[in-house]
């Protein structure tokens, strides 16, 4: 009789970003893997699709004190990942395996990346900034997004950003997802309005069917396009922004020339063991 196969038995967290209690905000999965552990990349991305989050993130220690960061979505690897990040942070923290009072850096795609946790224990992540450029609509995307007008602007990877007149536009969105995975120069859409309640600043949504995203429930890396774009409009350095999903979800954003500096709280709702 031959011995059973060796499996690793790895932990992993479910975690609530930029909610203010459980089950609202984006969820995350956050894996934390001991360093020399190499699953592969088929392996963390066949368990992003098992989780079927906006992100899956896989985070490891390196020998210089920082950590080792992946995302991956449902269907791929992706560059920069705001509330994954947080979550991954929040796992450090939460565990013990960073110090509370410590700064948590973590190299990535998109460079390095850092994280530092308040004493409200809200974290607050330094990322890049990057300002959207004026440009034409594809075509069909307004359609599909079912927008009669807007200001369009465009950002790195594909990601197109439309600013409309009002925020009820933005919260009753119903976009035609199967049109927009058919457009093949477009990966995701950033749809944002000024704030109607005397509360938020700014009212976005985040949809990205191409990259196996209908709608992320809320987007910290978004904010870093939309900041430089808000801030010079409103006359302002910091915003507290509203993400009208289904979920919902909320941040407090402050631009700091080309970083952008994310502030949001994180609930973990599970933890458990992947064996397999």
Known sequence: ????????????????????????????????????????????????????????????????GSFDLRWFTPEVEVDLCGHATLASAHV?????????????????????????????????????????????APAGLLDALGIEK??????????????????????????DFHAMRALTDVRGVYVTAAGDNGTHDIVSRCFAPKVGIDEDPVTGSMHCVLAPYWCERL????????QASARGGTMHVQLAGDRTLLVGRAITVLQGELLA
């Open 92 to 136: 450090l923290y939460e565990t013990g395996a960073v110090p509370f009072e410590d700064v948590v850096a973590f190299q990535t795609r998109s460079g390095e990346l850092r994280a530092t946790r308040q004493l409200d224990g809200a974290v607050q992540l330094d990322f890049p900034t990057a300002p959207p450029e004026p440009c034409n």
């Open 150 to 175: 807007a200001e369009s602007l465009r950002t790195t990877g594909a990601f197109f950003m439309f600013v409309v007149p009002d925020a009820s536009i933005v919260r009753e969105l119903t976009p």
């Open 235 to 242: 006359g302002t350095q910091s915003l507290h922004a509203h």
């Open 1 to 64: 009789m031959s011995s059973p196969t060796h499996v690793s038995v790895r932990p992993i967290h479910v975690v609530d970003v930029f909610a203010d209690g459980p089950f609202r905000g984006n969820p995350a999965a956050v894996v934390p893997l001991e360093a020399g552990d190499d699953p592969g990349p088929e392996w963390m991305q066949i368990v992003a699709a098992e989780m079927k989050h906006s992100e899956t993130a896989y985070v490891q220690p390196r020998a210089d």
